[in-house]
């Protein structure tokens, strides 16, 4: 009896310890400036691209007056490299004076004025990886009341410079003292990045109650070859990842950089599309400022990111690797409907895939299909056999609405049978968003 009210009693106090911040109940949109923008401090020969207080008004500019923050593209993150290399009298981190001569606060309420919202990075360590002040233990709840106090509303906590015993502590700790401000700030996680991604090192369940999105890999840089390997080991380690996720909290594959100079634009369609089934933040790492229309109609397709923001928050999986090199994706969504991806990891040509949606683990019925970057609409019985002309490293995308269902209410109006009506609402295509 007594044991019972103390187990009781003790899993509600777990249960106010889990990271209950209410934020990110969908993948977190925005902009972060790494993967394009890096460490260029060099505002005297290139004032466009260093990291100063003008790129980041530049990008929220963009991202206001070009059509993203509608599609929920509202973050606009400042990565490594923006802060003083020393802390200020009262021990407090502070900007560099001469990129950010208004300081951090003063952005944050730009960001807020055009209905977006600021993130910041920091790290557990002595040093951040680009060797600017770090958060030491002992620093953390200054840190966060420092975050807080400039109306950040997002924090990446990297990991360079700190052991595994440092990051148990500090992980947890800065998603206390965060909390504990008062202020909703989204907290990203680089920890499982530094300790492989994988269990035993790294506890998802643990990563679920203290962080809204993680870092499981390593970096993504402007190259085919750096997606595919990011692609190859989220699935390769989809049964230990796909649990993990959720509404409030992500697998975070790393940037999109669908824009950049290393992907064309199918290789950009497969990240966006491959990001969407794995309920990936989309954050984009590019110049919003010059980006090609092409680029942007990717980043931009609504039906993809709707795929993206489905509510239930599941993360997709890869359901078929075929030897021909066709790999197939699949995520459940919200209403009964689901996505499929076809991907192509071949070199020479468009290869035309056969299957039916019954080999795919559909169950019976009529489907209505929409293909996301064709928008082309057709009706597939799980039953037919059809052919997807998937390009090289391309994908063919798939919004799959839920079978036709009569509708039993419809069909019995009146008392009397009205014929063979189907469920229009359950059965709609696709769910336009905003
Ligand atoms: C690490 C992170 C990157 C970026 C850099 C900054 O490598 O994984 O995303 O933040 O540090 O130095």
Known sequence: MHLAVLLFVSSLSVAT?????????????????WERFRCDIDCDHDPKNCISENLFMDMADRLSEDGWRELGYVYVNIDD?????????????????????GGIHKLARYMHDRGLKLGLYGDMGTHTCGGYPGTTLDKIELDAQTFADWEVDMFKFDGCYSNATEQEQGYPLMSKALNATG????????????????????????????????????????????????????FENQDVLVPAAGPGKWNDPDMLIAGDYGLSMEQSRSQMAIWAIMAAPLFMSNDLRTISSGARSILQNKIAISINQDPMGIQGRRVVKEKSGIDVYWRPLSKNASALVFFSRRNDM?????????????????????????????????????????????????????????NLRQFYRGGRLQGSVFDDDENAVPPVFL
Do not use: H
């Open 350 to 406: 468009p290869y035309r895939y056969q299957t039916t949606l019954g080999k795919l683990n559909y169950t019976a019925g009529s489907y209505k299909i929409y293909d996301v970057f064709t928008e082309k609409t057709m009706t597939l019985k799980d039953s037919t056999t059809f052919v997807v002309s998937v390009n090289p490293t391309g994908v063919v995308m798939w919004y799959v609405s839920a079978p036709a269902k009569r």
């Open 81 to 101: 490299c923006w802060s003083s290399m020393k802390r200020d009298d009262k021990g407090r981190l502070q900007a560099d004076p001469k990129r950010f001569p």
């Open 17 to 33: 310890f889990a990271l209950d911040n209410g934020l990110m109940r969908v993948p977190p949109m925005g902009w972060l400036a």
């Open 183 to 234: 202020r909703p700030i989204g907290y990203s996680c680089s920890w499982p990045a530094y300790q492989g991604g994988l269990p035993p090192k790294v506890n998802y369940t643990q990563l679920g109650e203290i962080c809204n999105l993680w870092r499981n890999y390593g970096d993504i840089q402007d190259s085919w070859d750096s997606v595919l390997n990011i692609i190859n080991w989220f």
